[in-house]
């Protein structure tokens, strides 16, 4: 059988570990001074800013769900709503045998194709069928992988130099 927790409790967990690796990562982060120290000071951030850019889609995180955990908490509202993805239980094994593909396939093919592959995959498990067929999703596909692109192949490929498959 297993043990079935309630949507409040799950709320609670995710965001006290959320909170629990973004404070050990931030005191890690103080705590260790000669990874921040270009940080400010010259064109080039040096090694400190992808830790600061983690930490802080981390931090934002963790403060989601805190908020989402006192609405759920404090407002006995309908918690069931907020639950986005319903259909499986192993969504989270799913998740991770695909960023596992992903890593694979990565390296055998461009990083764009593979990326491609990767959120077509995913947006795709997470929409309703209706969804699929409509022109919000592809929509939605277009600008998460504009969104991607942007973010990764221009910040991490052409102004960091950072090397990509």
Do not use: H
Not at 67 to 86: A, C
Not at 92 to 106: A, D, E, H, R, W
């Amino acid at each position: 059988m297993g043990i079935k927790f309630s949507e409040k409790l799950e709320f609670v967990i995710v965001t006290i570990i959320f909170t629990s690796c973004s404070l050990f990562g931030w005191i890690s982060l103080i705590l260790n001074p000669s990874i921040l120290k270009n940080l400010f000071k010259r064109v080039d951030p040096g090694a400190g800013l992808l830790p600061v850019i983690i930490l802080a889609f981390i931090s934002l995180s963790s403060l989601y769900f805190f908020l989402k955990t006192i609405n759920i908490v404090l407002d006995k509202q309908n918690y069931k709503k907020l639950i986005i993805f319903e259909r499986s239980n192993f969504i989270v094994i799913y998740l991770f045998i695909s960023i596992i593909l992903y890593v694979y396939l990565s390296t055998y093919l461009t990083f764009i194709a593979s990326t491609s592959l990767f959120v077509i995959l995913w947006l795709s498990v997470l929409s309703t069928k209706k969804e699929i067929f409509s022109m919000g999703f592809i929509y939605e596909l277009v600008s998460t992988f504009i969104f991607i692109i942007l973010i990764v192949y221009v910040g991490f490929i052409k102004i960091m130099n950072t090397p990509f498959p």
